[in-house]
Every structure is written in C-alpha cells, then in structure tokens.
C-alpha cells in the first residue's frame, strides 16, 4: 500500500471557469476592470488570498482592496457556485483502480477547505479520499511542508507520493521530502522539463500502472 496525496486544481478537476468566474464577478462589483478565462491559470497555486493579491497587483490597483476582493471573490466561490468545476477525462476509474489495490489516496490543496469540501461533493470525489487538507486548514499553505505532511496522516514521507500539476506541488513535495508525479495538462508556467518530478503523465488512465511500477508490484 502506498499513500498518495493529491492536488485538486489543475490535477483532479478543471476549475478555470468556476475560478475566472467568481473573481471577474467580484471585480465587477468592486467596479475594476476583469482579468480574461486565459489569464486565471497564471494565477491560481497558491491560494484564494495569494490569487487576489496578484491579480490586484497585475491589474495595477490599491492592494489595499485585497481582503475586499478576497471575501467578495469567496462569496461567489462557495456560497453562489457558477460554471462548475469538471474532473479531467478518467479520474473516477483511475481512482477506483488506486483504492481497488489498496492505496490510501488524500488530498492537498491550497483551495479553502469550505470551497474544497463543495468541489469534492460536487463532482462525486468525496468518498475516494481519507484526509482532506485545504488551504485553511493549517496555519501554513503549499508550498511550505506541512500541509503535505499532514495530508500523509503519518505516512512514511520516503514511501509516499504526491501527484499535482504546477510549480508550488513540485516545491511543496520537495520541502516535505516526497516523490513527485507531474500531471502536464494542469496549470503552471514552467515547462514539465523544468520541475523535478520523478514521472510524468498526461492521461488519467495511465496514472494506475505507472504507480503499480513505481510501487514495485
């Protein structure tokens, strides 16, 4: 059995609409100008509040406006949900096979954990994971250490691994002495080659056999 730890944005679920569409609604209200569906990858891996922050400084406004920004933004994230996430193509029955062999599967995200927990009942991810650590659940996020060490719930960190898409996951897996996989078609701006990553994939289909060989079966 090996412990595997999850990112959500960008690795589970496709969530640039659902994000681009609560910050464009609370800029609006705020009477700012918007940020485009392209642009949100670029921010989004470090958290709601490190997002806000950015996109004020990207759009040239007050920095003061952000915790404005931040509360408006969660308002339509959580409490009035629009253009859904959707789960990448065959991560229901990749992780199906995972938990079928054994594997304890978790999860480890700088999205809120209120936001978090609506995502996972939203699109049927909620059984499959056994500890669910968001952004908020600790005083640290991603990628400082111990949101991951967490999520490994005492899990030899040597024998674990951690799945994500960008460039936080890789530092974050890194910081806590993890093996890292890149999923490539998530969000980041550095090319796969330039994170160390122990493998690489691009479908979700593909993702239980090559965790059957890493693991030695």
């Known amino acids: 059995m090996t412990t595997i730890a999850f990112d959500l944005d960008g690795t589970l679920l496709d969530s640039v609409p659902h994000i681009h569409h609560a910050v464009a609604q609370a ?5 700012l ?3 485009t569906v392209a642009e949100t990858p670029g921010f989004v891996g470090r958290g709601l509040p490190v997002l806000c922050e950015n996109v004020l400084a990207h759009l040239g406004a007050d920095p003061a406006l952000q915790d404005d920004l931040y509360t408006r933004t969660m308002r339509y994230y959580v409490d009035t949900p629009s253009d859904p996430s959707q789960l990448y193509p065959d991560v229901i029955a990749a992780l199906d096979t995972l938990k079928a062999a054994g594997h304890r599967l978790t999860l ?3 999205k809120p954990f209120a936001a978090t927990r609506t995502a996972l009942d939203g699109t049927g991810l909620a059984p499959y994971f056994d500890v669910v650590i968001g952004g908020d659940s600790l005083a640290t996020r991603k990628p400082e250490p ?3 060490h967490a999520a490994l719930d005492g899990a030899d960190p040597a024998q674990a691994l951690y799945i994500g898409d960008s460039e936080t996951d890789c530092e974050t897996a890194q ?3 993890v093996r890292f996989l890149l999923f490539t078609e998530g969000y980041r701006n550095s090319p796969p080659e330039a994170l160390p990553h122990i493998r690489q994939f691009s479908r979700w289909r593909d993702l239980p056999a090559l965790i059957s060989e890493l ?3």
């Open 108 to 110: 480890c995200t700088n």
């Open 146 to 148: 111990e949101m991951l």
């Open 175 to 177: 910081a806590a002495n």
């Open 215 to 217: 693991s030695g079966h």
């Open 27 to 31: 800029l609006s209200d705020m009477g």
């Open 33 to 35: 100008p918007t940020i």
